[in-house]
């Protein structure tokens, strides 16, 4: 039942790993989003796809690619990861049709980089 | 440059009382606003839409204003309760397809 899912759910890590967050949702959406909330529960976006398609690319180091596979998945990759990572990414969809950009979102995976 | 401020980082309010949170902007026209909640360890749910035609909307204990002039959105609880403890954001459509969240209003509710 589950509508947008995330794993993992925590993700410890040294600095300088390669890491990724995969991302799923049953909804039937065509956008789905991520987002990074920091330690001050800024919620910020990064990427948007619709259709697989690239929309929004916010100023994000290169490290960070996203990748969507089909339109139910929207997976993020992460290379040498930094300190100034940590925080929790949230994984959202929306549907463009429906009411106005509502985020459906996942609940988070928090990463932590040592 | 845009901004999006949400009032007091954390509210603190007794049981049954009406909470208030409000959301302010600027150098924005947004075509609506919504209002999300957030528990800790969860991500946001949406609650509410409000759009810039409409001075006010209601769900159930909750009311929205949205005062396009002020830039303005006020959030109203009425007769809350322990189980209203959250953390509120509203969200602005800014015209690139995505949101744009306010830093959002901790809120507690002491029975």
């Known amino acids: 039942d589950t509508a947008v899912s995330q794993t993992p759910k925590y993700l410890v890590t040294q600095m300088g790993n390669d890491k990724s967050i995969k991302c799923e949702q049953n909804?039937?959406?065509?956008?789905m989003y991520w987002y990074k909330q920091d330690s001050k529960k800024f919620l910020k976006i990064m990427f948007s796809y619709n259709n697989k398609e690239l929309i929004i690319n916010e100023t994000v180091p290169n490290r960070f690619s996203p990748k969507s596979p089909d339109k139910a998945h929207l997976n993020l990759h992460i290379n040498s990861l930094e300190l100034g990572d940590s925080a929790v990414y949230f994984c959202?969809?929306?549907?463009?049709?429906?009411?106005?950009?509502?985020?459906?979102f996942g609940p988070g995976t928090r990463l932590t980089v040592l | 440059s845009q901004k999006i401020e949400q009032n007091s980082e954390a509210l603190n309010i007794q049981e049954g009382k009406t909470a208030t949170l409000t959301c302010n902007y600027t150098?924005?026209?947004?075509?609506?606003l919504q209002w999300y909640r957030q528990d800790p360890g969860r991500g946001p749910v949406f609650l509410l839409l409000?759009?810039?035609?409409?001075k006010e909307k209601r769900k159930e204990r909750l009311k929205v204003t949205f005062d396009t002039t002020l830039k303005q959105s006020l959030f109203h609880i009425t007769a809350s309760q322990p189980a209203d403890s959250a953390t509120y954001l509203c969200a602005l459509d800014t015209g690139r397809r995505a949101l744009t969240f306010g830093s959002g209003t901790r809120l507690q509710v002491q029975p």
């Open positions: 909804l039937g959406h065509d956008t």
């Open positions: 409000i759009r810039e035609n409409e």
């Open positions: 150098n924005y026209s947004p075509a609506y």
């Open positions: 959202a969809s929306s549907h463009p049709g429906g009411t106005h950009n509502t985020q459906y």
